[in-house]
């Protein structure tokens, strides 16, 4: 299986903290990808990153990839009460419509 | 809020019962999917039709059939579910096939079987 698998499963921080999840997965990708799902919402696309990429940042988000270790990891700088949500990373591997979902990291922002 | 649109919001259905769930996309996506997401747990896909047909289907029971009438409607069609089939039902939308597929969800339809 491809599944991602995040860590930690749950964060608690204080607003204007940073926090950082991650994600490791088991067999080659072609992109990872996270998701955000606020409670009882639908999943929103952040970032996607290319095997072939090794930073991406887009806004307040800071997105790396190991292939080497098979990892990721989501930087979320200067966190707002509005991102408390699950995220999710995301993998593709050889189906182009097979996305897998990890388990996800709950991210509580108090503010 | 979401471009993708999936009604009922909530649906309660008895074990014997018939309904179906809809899904509506016009963005222009000939990719469009069926994931299950129980509690604290992560997405699972169950379908995807490409182009109006069938691409993927992760083995799952036959009282979940799914409908693709066109390129903007996706329909999943319930008969005679199991309570631990209570789950919000998500459906997702894309581009076709490429190098760069990233979802595109609605907010899904929490289904309670009882």
């Known amino acids: 299986s491809q599944q991602g698998e995040e860590d930690p499963q749950a964060l608690s921080i204080q607003e204007g903290e940073n926090a950082t999840m991650n994600c490791s997965y088991k067999t080659s990708i072609n992109n990872l990808q996270w998701y955000r799902q606020n409670s009882g919402r639908g999943l929103v696309h952040l970032i996607l990153i290319r095997s072939n990429e090794r930073e991406k940042h887009s806004g307040r988000l800071r997105v790396t990839l190991d292939t080497s270790k098979k990892s990721s990891s989501l930087l979320i700088t200067a966190s707002r009460a509005a991102d408390t949500a699950s995220y999710f990373c995301a993998t593709r591997g050889g189906s182009n419509y097979k996305l897998t979902f990890g388990k996800g990291t709950l991210l509580t922002v108090n503010p | ?114």
């Not at chain 2, 109006?52 to 409607?73: A, D, M, T």
């Not at chain 2, 979802?103 to 339809?109: E, I």
């Open chain 2, 1 to 114: 809020d979401t471009e993708v649109t999936q009604t009922p919001k909530h649906l309660v259905m008895g074990m014997t019962n018939k309904k179906s769930l809809k899904c509506e996309q016009h963005m222009g996506h000939r990719a469009m999917y069926w994931y299950k997401q129980k509690a604290k747990k992560p997405p699972e896909l169950m379908f995807v039709y490409s182009y109006e047909k069938l691409s993927i289907n992760e083995s799952v029971p036959s009282r979940f059939s799914p409908e693709c009438p066109n390129s903007s409607l996706l329909n999943l069609h319930l008969h005679a579910l199991q309570p631990e089939d209570s789950a919000l039902y998500l459906c997702a939308s894309s581009h076709p096939a490429g190098d760069v597929v990233s979802l595109h969800f609605g907010n899904g339809t929490r289904l309670t079987v009882t």
